[in-house]
């Protein structure tokens, strides 16, 4: 029979290739095979089925999955009706019911798509390693793809603007590896999205979020690949599942050699689950339990972590409250009106309702005293009988004593909160609670009191699913993921670990093997190290295609890229931070996370945790070795760290030569390494040197910084060179802030910024002319607010912050160079600048902004008179000022220059 034009089902089976003809006569059908061509065989015609051919579907468009396995190599797809016929040149053809086949669009087919995938494929072949056969791995499995299904992430890769399809969010989440808050979010949107994207900065929980999302995701009896660009942190991952007696679900593949070690390894037998079991009743009970009691934590959760956000305030309120005791001890009279019973917001209320006062020169109607009375106490009326000179600066330090006692008592009572709750009891039985389900649903699925199936090498290519219904969670390199199993295998999720360290073409690859999507990194950490000649040859093949910017292979990791390509993805920080000690973390809080992490560790007020030393100026560095650096480590810094009986002391430094030259000068007594190679570890001290005579751009990298400081769990010493030049760097940020935080003497003729304080101000500022319908008369410095923050966003300003409305009273620390005129003026604290921009390290003043109205500020007037004096004053005390005219334009640029001449 003709098998492209019938279909003979007999039976049930499909008989096409067997039957050398048929024919009907009333209800008989009479067969004969070309295996027996002189019997004629006699069946009910209503056990015969000759299916005309409807159709033929080109499988150069679609993918063919039969009860889930996926089929290549196929010629010919004939579509008759209830059946298809796969045809297979040089192989058997195949029949399947229509019910057990399942089509999927070949994303391929669209021509956009195939030309960004060859753009991705071209650069693997010129820039991939090459194995020492002389095989490029990478270019190797390109050249196997001719299909990428339309549920893979690729395909949502190469054309994000597609609706693609969710997965379904499980009923309940467990976590037996424990939870906080931005965790506990990041599981569910990675549950819940075909995307998601997770910023783990450093000490934030990173494996601990992914253990759970594995946890969850082998529990609704799906697969999961968990890849990393190197083995140490899918290793990490394997010992802390092993820790809860779970790597039995694990096979680490990716190498020839690592395949080779699982084979051996194989025991054929399975952990003893007999602990594990329980009836389903009480597993059914117990997921109720576990469900509504990671409902209740979620309040508990938000309570512990604003006792972190206090304790945070606290760091920046100390340092604060100390420098503006420092400018409030030069007021010799005070007013004795107590306001205790004010809170910090009413005493910053009652500073504007003065100030506006005191700037109409009026006296207070019966109206406004009662009001006054009324809105603050009978002290506060009593105020506005004084100097501005004097209510003032002793509203402003009425502030930090009233603030102090409202952030101690706010956490006095959320720590009663979390006890009478018993906080950590509950946390430890959601835990608890989540373990137990999660081993008994294994215990029920495994038969494991029979012998486990020992699978072969060539189960990984020629039986992909049955090899991951054993093995769930499958781990590998980024790099070797797409060939560990079948090239037509897709994983249910995958999850990529230190994606900013992971390249494009690489990435592409992994993301044809799944359908869901994990992706952790960090922007703010290293990224994936492309030299020169890698980035000329892929520029080279870019220029030959029309492709979008973000796809772009030599200037995006998979994170950056995935970021620009899924903007609708949920983005999760983990915020929470375990590791560094508060001042050693805020640091890079302030400086590369903008202030939104969360400090978990506590301040005990221990000494040197921040140490600076700097070596007198000169050509100490020679090449990437500097001598006089490794000898202060040595004789100075080792036997202060010695002294504090540290466990683990680390030396980290940007260049190899320099670590060569300490190890053979200390031995190996310490860890000392490059910055790359120390990415993932941490040490209870750690010195950083920073080699360089003059900071260069390669070792003032803001990722290597943030990497090298957040190494420090307790102690971080800084051993660099003392350079004016250095001042401008991001080491002269670290430099500003050690000092700010240890209180050290700055010589300078301004004080620092008293950033909390303006905030609080403006923002009651902003209140009280909303209030009063005043709002149009400073609608040029609201502008202007909304352009500042537009520079101060840019990452080349990222440590700059801006305070309002500050008066020169709390700016000018030295009046020496002033003239008496000048000093009236600026001692008067009615006397502002519109916008102080300052680093936020040191909160030292960086530049001074002044909106001026064109009218007001006219030659020859009064105003002009007294911007005379400011430019004068300002000047005396080396702060740059830049004024901005209401009709004038380029203010962004304007601003953006003057910020770097700074």
Same mark, same amino acid.
């Given at each position: 029979?003709?098998?492209?034009?019938?279909?003979?089902?007999?039976?049930?089976?499909?008989?096409?290739?067997?039957?050398?003809?048929?024919?009907?006569?009333?209800?008989?059908?009479?067969?004969?095979?070309?295996?027996?061509?002189?019997?004629?065989?006699?069946?009910?015609?209503?056990? /015969?089925?000759?299916?005309?051919?409807?159709?033929?579907?080109?499988?150069? %468009?679609?993918?063919?999955? =039969?009860?889930?396995?996926?089929?290549?190599g196929i010629d010919e797809i004939l579509?008759?009706?209830?059946?298809?016929?796969?045809?297979?040149?040089?192989?058997?053809?195949?029949?399947?019911?229509?019910?057990? =086949?399942?089509?999927?669009?070949?994303?391929?087919?669209?021509?956009?798509?195939q030309e960004t995938f060859q753009y991705?494929?071209?650069?693997?072949?010129?820039?991939?390693?090459?194995?020492?056969?002389?095989?490029?791995?990478?270019?190797?499995?390109?050249?196997?793809?001719?299909?990428?299904?339309?549920?893979?992430?690729?395909?949502?890769?190469?054309?994000?603007?597609?609706?693609?399809?969710?997965?379904?969010?499980?009923?309940?989440?467990?976590?037996?590896?424990?939870?906080?808050?931005?965790?506990?979010?990041?599981?569910?949107?990675?549950?819940?999205?075909?995307?998601?994207?997770?910023?783990?900065?450093?000490?934030?929980?990173?494996? %601990?979020?992914?253990?759970?999302?594995?946890?969850?995701?082998?529990?609704?009896?799906?697969?999961?690949?968990?890849?990393?660009?190197?083995?140490?942190?899918?290793?990490?991952?394997?010992?802390?599942?092993?820790?809860?007696?779970?790597?039995?679900?694990?096979?680490?593949?990716?190498?020839?050699?690592?395949?080779?070690?699982?084979?051996?390894?194989?025991?054929?037998?399975?952990?003893?689950?007999?602990?594990?079991?329980?009836?389903?009743?009480?597993?059914?009970?117990?997921?109720?339990?576990?469900?509504?009691?990671?409902?209740?934590?979620?309040?508990?959760?938000?309570?512990?972590?604003?006792?972190?956000?206090?304790?945070?305030?606290?760091?920046?309120?100390?340092?604060?409250?100390?420098?503006?005791?420092?400018?409030?001890?030069?007021?010799?009279?005070?007013?004795?009106?107590?306001?205790?019973?004010?809170?910090?917001?009413?005493?910053?209320?009652?500073?504007?309702?003065?100030?506006?006062?005191?700037?109409?020169?009026?006296?207070?109607?019966?109206? %406004?005293?009662?009001?006054?009375?009324?809105?603050?106490?009978?002290?506060?009326?009593?105020?506005?009988?004084?100097?501005?000179?004097?209510?003032?600066?002793?509203?402003?330090?009425?502030?930090?004593? /009233?603030?102090?006692?409202e952030l101690e008592v706010e956490k006095?009572?959320?720590?009663?909160?979390?006890?009478?709750?018993?906080?950590?009891?509950?946390?430890?039985?959601?835990?608890?609670?989540?373990?137990?389900?999660?081993?008994?649903?294994?215990?029920?699925?495994?038969?494991?009191?029979?012998?486990?199936?020992?699978?072969?090498?060539?189960?990984?290519?020629?039986?992909?699913?049955?090899?991951?219904?054993?093995?769930?969670?499958?781990?590998?390199?980024?790099?070797?993921?797409?060939?560990?199993?079948?090239?037509?295998?897709?994983?249910?999720?995958?999850?990529?670990?230190?994606?900013?360290?992971?390249?494009?073409?690489?990435?592409?690859?992994?993301?044809?093997?799944?359908?869901?999507?994990?992706?952790?990194?960090?922007?703010?950490?290293?990224?994936?190290?492309?030299?020169?000649?890698?980035?000329?040859?892929?520029?080279?093949?870019?220029?030959?295609?029309?492709?979008?910017?973000?796809?772009?292979?030599?200037?995006?990791?998979?994170?950056?890229?995935?970021?620009?390509?899924?903007?609708?993805?949920?983005?999760?920080?983990?915020?929470?931070?375990?590791?560094?000690?508060?001042?050693?973390?805020?640091?890079?809080?302030?400086?590369?996370?903008?202030?939104?992490?969360?400090?978990?560790?506590?301040?005990?007020?221990?000494?040197?945790?921040?140490?600076?030393?700097?070596?007198?100026?000169?050509?100490?560095?020679?090449?990437?070795?500097?001598?006089?650096?490794?000898?202060?480590?040595? %004789?100075?810094?080792?036997?202060?760290?010695?002294?504090?009986?540290?466990?683990?002391?680390?030396?980290?430094?940007?260049?190899?030569?320099?670590?060569?030259?300490?190890?053979?000068?200390?031995?190996?007594?310490?860890?000392?390494?490059?910055?790359?190679?120390?990415?993932?570890?941490?040490?209870?001290?750690?010195?950083?040197?920073? =080699?360089?005579?003059?900071?260069?751009?390669?070792?003032?990298?803001?990722?290597?910084?943030? /990497?090298?400081? *957040?190494?420090?769990?307790?102690?971080?010493?800084?051993?660099?060179?003392?350079?004016?030049?250095?001042?401008?760097?991001?080491?002269?940020?670290?430099?500003?802030?050690?000092?700010?935080?240890?209180?050290?003497?700055?010589?300078?003729?301004?004080?620092?910024?008293?950033?909390?304080?303006?905030?609080?101000?403006?923002?009651?500022?902003?209140?009280?002319?909303?209030?009063?319908?005043?709002?149009?008369?400073?609608?040029?410095?609201?502008?202007?607010?909304? /352009?500042?923050?537009?520079?101060?966003?840019?990452?080349?300003?990222?440590?700059?912050?801006?305070?309002?409305?500050?008066?020169?009273?709390?700016?000018?620390?030295?009046?020496?160079?002033?003239?008496?005129?000048?000093?009236?003026?600026?001692?008067?604290?009615?006397?502002?600048?519109?916008?102080?921009?300052?680093?936020?390290?040191?909160?030292?003043?960086?530049?001074?902004?002044?909106?001026?109205?064109?009218?007001?500020?006219?030659?020859? *007037?009064?105003?002009?008179?007294?911007?005379?004096?400011?430019?004068?004053?300002?000047?005396?005390?080396?702060?740059?000022?830049?004024?901005?005219?209401?009709?004038?334009?380029?203010?962004?640029?304007?601003?953006?220059?003057?910020?770097?001449?700074?």
């Open positions: 029979m003709d098998a492209r034009k019938h279909l003979i089902i007999i039976k049930g089976k499909d008989q096409t290739d067997s039957v050398a003809s048929f024919q009907f006569h009333g209800g008989k059908c009479e067969v004969v095979y070309t295996s027996a061509p002189n019997k004629t065989y006699s069946f009910q015609r209503s056990n /015969v089925e000759i299916l005309p051919l409807k159709k033929k579907i080109d499988p150069a %468009q679609v993918i063919v999955t =039969v009860n889930g396995q996926t089929i290549s579509d008759f009706s209830g059946y298809y016929r796969i045809v297979r040149n040089g192989k058997r053809d195949l029949s399947f019911r229509r019910s057990e =086949v399942q089509f999927r669009q070949n994303c391929l087919t669209d021509g956009k798509n991705f494929k071209e650069t693997a072949a010129a820039i991939s390693l090459v194995a020492e056969n002389g095989i490029n791995i990478l270019s190797m499995q390109y050249d196997k793809i001719q299909q990428v299904s339309e549920d893979t992430v690729l395909a949502s890769y190469l054309a994000p603007q597609k609706d693609v399809k969710m997965p379904q969010m499980p009923e309940a989440v467990i976590y037996p590896f424990g939870l906080n808050q931005s965790q506990k979010l990041a599981v569910e949107r990675a549950l819940s999205s075909k995307i998601s994207i997770i910023q783990g900065p450093p000490g934030t929980g990173k494996t %601990q979020t992914i253990l759970n999302i594995i946890a969850n995701v082998v529990r609704s009896g799906k697969t999961v690949a968990v890849v990393s660009n190197n083995n140490s942190a899918t290793h990490n991952v394997v010992e802390k599942l092993e820790k809860k007696n779970s790597a039995f679900l694990t096979a680490f593949l990716g190498s020839l050699a690592n395949k080779e070690k699982f084979l051996d390894a194989q025991t054929g037998t399975y952990p003893n689950m007999s602990a594990w079991e329980m009836p389903l009743e009480e597993r059914q009970q117990l997921d109720q339990e576990t469900t509504a009691l990671s409902k209740e934590l979620n309040e508990m959760l938000n309570a512990k972590n604003r006792i972190a956000e206090i304790e945070q305030e606290f760091l920046r309120l100390n340092p604060e409250q100390h420098y503006f005791e420092e400018y409030y001890a030069t007021y010799s009279d005070a007013p004795m009106e107590s306001l205790d019973k004010l809170s910090s917001q009413k005493i910053l209320a009652l500073w504007m309702e003065f100030e506006q006062h005191a700037e109409r020169e009026s006296r207070l109607g019966l109206l %406004q005293k009662l009001s006054i009375m009324f809105r603050f106490n009978r002290n506060a009326l009593k105020l506005f009988l004084r100097s501005p000179n004097l209510v003032i600066p002793y509203l402003q330090s009425q502030f930090y004593s /009233v603030k102090r006692r006095q009572e959320l720590n009663r909160k979390l006890e009478h709750y018993a906080f950590d009891a509950k946390m430890d039985e959601l835990t608890q609670k989540s373990l137990r389900l999660f081993r008994a649903e294994l215990a029920t699925r495994y038969h494991w009191r029979n012998n486990r199936r020992c699978f072969e090498k060539n189960d990984f290519r020629r039986n992909s699913a049955e090899f991951t219904r054993e093995y769930p969670v499958v781990l590998s390199t980024t790099y070797s993921i797409k060939g560990t199993l079948s090239i037509d295998h897709i994983y249910d999720y995958l999850i990529v670990d230190e994606a900013s360290q992971v390249d494009l073409a690489t990435g592409v690859l992994a993301f044809s093997c799944a359908r869901n999507i994990v992706i952790v990194g960090d922007l703010k950490q290293l990224p994936n190290v492309l030299t020169e000649d890698d980035i000329r040859t892929s520029d080279a093949i870019w220029q030959k295609y029309s492709l979008d910017e973000r796809y772009r292979f030599s200037t995006h990791s998979l994170l950056s890229s995935a970021l620009e390509i899924w903007q609708n993805a949920p983005v999760t920080l983990l915020r929470e931070h375990y590791r560094c000690h508060p001042k050693i973390i805020n640091f890079c809080n302030q400086k590369f996370y903008h202030g939104q992490l969360i400090v978990m560790t506590k301040d005990h007020d221990e000494p040197d945790v921040l140490t600076m030393y700097r070596t007198t100026a000169g050509n100490h560095a020679r090449g990437h070795l500097n001598q006089r650096q490794i000898d202060v480590i040595q %004789q100075e810094v080792l036997p202060r760290l010695h002294q504090q009986n540290f466990q683990s002391i680390g030396i980290i430094t940007p260049y190899r030569d320099q670590v060569t030259a300490i190890r053979k000068q200390l031995g190996d007594t310490y860890e000392v390494d490059t910055v790359h190679k120390f990415q993932g570890r941490e040490q209870d001290a750690i010195i950083l040197t920073s =080699v360089d005579n003059v900071i260069t751009d390669f070792v003032d990298d803001p990722h290597m910084l943030n /990497v090298a400081v *957040s190494r420090a769990v307790h102690s971080l010493t800084v051993v660099t060179s003392q350079d004016p030049r250095n001042d401008q760097t991001n080491y002269g940020d670290l430099t500003r802030y050690i000092e700010y935080n240890n209180f050290e003497v700055i010589q300078s003729h301004v004080y620092s910024v008293f950033d909390m304080l303006y905030q609080g101000y403006a923002e009651q500022r902003r209140a009280y002319l909303q209030k009063h319908k005043r709002v149009s008369e400073y609608d040029s410095e609201n502008l202007m607010y909304s /352009v500042i923050q537009e520079v101060l966003a840019e990452e080349a300003f990222s440590s700059i912050g801006c305070a309002e409305h500050v008066s020169l009273a709390t700016l000018v620390k030295d009046y020496g160079p002033l003239t008496a005129e000048e000093r009236q003026y600026a001692r008067n604290p009615l006397t502002h600048v519109d916008f102080l921009l300052f680093n936020q390290m040191d909160k030292q003043p960086v530049l001074a902004i002044e909106v001026d109205g064109t009218g007001f500020h006219e030659a020859g *007037s009064k105003q002009a008179e007294r911007d005379m004096k400011k430019n004068s004053i300002l000047e005396k005390c080396a702060v740059t000022l830049l004024r901005l005219r209401t009709d004038g334009s380029g203010e962004k640029e304007k601003i953006k220059n003057a910020l770097k001449r700074e």
